[in-house]
């Protein structure tokens, strides 16, 4: 079992409408959660992260966390073609020097 | 923000030989880089953790001496590829914390495409 399962989709979508992207784990030691944006051939880019349970907003994005069913979501309002591009969740077991455990990442196309 | 740049952003060489990648923290210190491998439509699997003027510590199935890690300044981490073969050919990507404490706040490369014939 991998510790950070996500469905790598395909997803695609209409513009303009509400993406839901999921992820599960099975460390309960992990502390921080993040999720990535990464367009082809090109670096990740942190888009957000949390560390406690609950909601997190940033514009379009809300990200969620729920740690007693070891589940978080990343949700995009109005979605729009240029947030076609593979979203990476990624976990941390402290704030220190310590390795990312990524995702498999979701493909995600808005087409207009 | 933290910047991370890579070099070369993409490289083609032919097998056997060994190829230099370079990845530098632009407007911050970096005392510990991450390396990256990704195959197409995969996510990253971490190599190696390059840390300033010590050895770096691999991931169990990283063969340290085809994949040689030197961080000798606080800025630049390199990875060379040794004796590259076909198998070789992936994206590479380095990242570095921005903040010390924060690893959760990395900041990755664009990535240099290695390409072995």
């Known amino acids: 079992q991998k510790e950070v399962e996500q469905d790598p989709g395909p997803l695609s979508v209409p513009e303009g409408a509400i993406v839901s992207l999921n992820c599960t784990y099975s460390?309960?030691?992990?502390?921080?959660f993040m999720w990535y944006r990464q367009y082809s051939r090109k670096g990740p880019e942190l888009l957000m992260y949390?560390?406690?349970?609950g909601n997190k907003e940033d514009g379009r994005f809300t990200a969620q966390v729920d740690k007693s069913s070891k589940y978080i979501s990343l949700f995009i309002r109005d979605s729009q073609p240029s947030d076609s591009a593979t979203y990476l969740c990624?976990?941390?077991?402290?704030?220190?020097?310590?390795?990312?455990?990524f995702g498999a990442g979701t493909r995600l196309a808005v087409h207009p | 923000g933290a910047v991370v740049s890579q070099h070369p952003s993409w490289v083609i060489c032919k097998s056997g030989t060994s190829v230099k990648i370079e990845c530098r923290s632009l407007?911050?210190?970096?005392?510990?880089m991450f390396w990256y491998r990704q195959f197409p439509k995969q996510s990253l699997m971490l190599m190696a953790t390059?840390?300033?003027?010590?050895?770096?510590?691999?991931e169990q199935g990283v063969e340290k001496d085809k994949f040689l890690i030197n961080h000798a300044s606080l800025t630049l981490s390199t990875l060379t590829v040794t004796s590259a073969h076909p198998e070789d050919s992936s994206f590479y990507i380095c990242?570095?914390?921005?903040?010390?404490?924060?690893?959760?706040?990395?900041?990755f490369g664009p990535g240099t495409r290695l390409t072995v014939t």
């Open positions: 990242s570095a914390p921005g903040l010390a404490g924060r690893t959760y706040e990395q900041y």
């Open positions: 460390n309960s030691a992990f502390q921080y």
């Open positions: 949390t560390y406690s349970s």
């Open positions: 990624a976990m941390i077991l402290s704030g220190g020097y310590n390795k990312l455990i």
């Open positions: 407007d911050f210190q970096a005392t510990t």
């Open positions: 390059s840390n300033e003027g010590s050895k770096a510590t691999y």
